[in-house]
């Protein structure tokens, strides 16, 4: 027997909702021993009362609900390799690669996002892509601020 924690009504099948209030059912009750409890500490007890150890069935327990719910596969999509390449560039541009990786990483980045926008066929790829415009754009801005420190150095040293 199920119970409804808003307005206390009871039914006899396993419902989601209480059909009286509409509320989200949140108290289940053992037909056995007539324990009330939340449904997670059923659930925690393999659809079994805690006191009691009866079988309970609790709505949306079941592996066949549970799986409805789960996440939508997503296809393997095939990758843009300038944006794997965007990637990488991007990574190297920050561990000390600067200009070198920096530039060539924000212009494999654009270029990638362009494919992957006007292929006909859908492209995985597009956060690499941002990545590698994104990270080789810092990237090339901390080498730009060190080049710039450098000669401010050189410059205070020599006066």
Known sequence: MYRCSNCGGSMSVPQENCP???AIILGVVCEACNYTGTKSEFIKNINRCPRCNTHVEIPG????DLSRRSAPVRPNLPKNNKAVIAGVLAFV?????GIF????AIIMGVLALREIKESPTPLAGKGQ??????????GLTLAACVILLMILGSIGSAG
Do not use: K, R, T, Y
């Open 20 to 22: 009286v209030c509409g």
């Open 129 to 138: 892509a941002w990545a590698g415009i994104l990270c080789g754009a810092f």
């Open 93 to 97: 541009s920050l561990c000390g690669g």
């Open 61 to 64: 327990s079941s592996q066949e």
């Open 101 to 104: 990786a920096g530039i060539p």
